[in-house]
């Protein structure tokens, strides 16, 4: 019994130590609403100067500015390379981040009535994030391979294909850090 409270008191405390080296941030990515979906996206800082990111959408929560009626989700998870010389701001800097995106969402055609998307994307992507007290500023551009069943306008709520295959990404997240 001693033996389970001492492990669990270091525990505790091993995770308090962790907890106060830990940074995150909420960030919602700026104008998505103006272009039919709504994002949220969730970082952590996973070890020095990397992190994680998960993004999740709900795409016709927005401005229809194609008028196509959009109904459905989009995840996307990323995982950062922060390249920054300030060490207690693990989530500040120039990054490079591999991201997965995939979106699902049906859409009224212009020619075929009701239409289903379904399109999936691994992108190269470069950023700078700010943070400037609680405030979180990422401003990021990508390119990468995709595959799936592409729109007709071509516009995947986060991304963009070309091709059919080629797709771009660029984009404004702002939101807190804690």
Not at 8 to 24: D, G, M, P, V
Not at 89 to 107: Q, W
Not at 118 to 144: C, E, K, P, R
Request: aromatic residues 14%; hydrophobic residues 40%.
């Amino acid at each position: 019994m001693r033996t389970l409270i001492t492990a669990l008191t270091f525990l505790f405390f091993a995770a308090i130590s962790l907890h106060a080296q830990e940074k995150n941030s909420l960030k919602t990515t700026f104008l998505s609403f103006a272009t039919g979906s709504t994002k949220l996206t969730y970082e952590r800082a996973t070890l020095p100067k990397q992190s994680l990111e998960v993004t999740g959408g709900i795409i016709g929560v927005g401005y229809d500015k194609f008028g196509v009626n959009p109904k459905g989700g989009l995840f996307r998870t990323a995982y950062k390379f922060i390249f920054s010389k300030k060490a207690n701001a693990p989530l500040d800097g120039l990054y490079l981040k591999p991201e997965y995106a995939v979106s699902i969402f049906d859409y009224d055609s212009k020619s075929s009535g009701r239409v289903n998307s379904s399109m999936h994307t691994i992108l190269a992507n470069a950023g700078y994030q700010w943070i400037i007290g609680m405030l979180v500023l990422d401003g990021f551009v990508g390119a990468g391979v995709g595959l799936g069943n592409p729109t007709e306008l071509n516009y995947h709520h986060g991304f963009i294909d070309c091709y059919g295959w080629l797709t771009l990404t660029f984009g404004m997240k702002i939101g807190v850090a804690f």
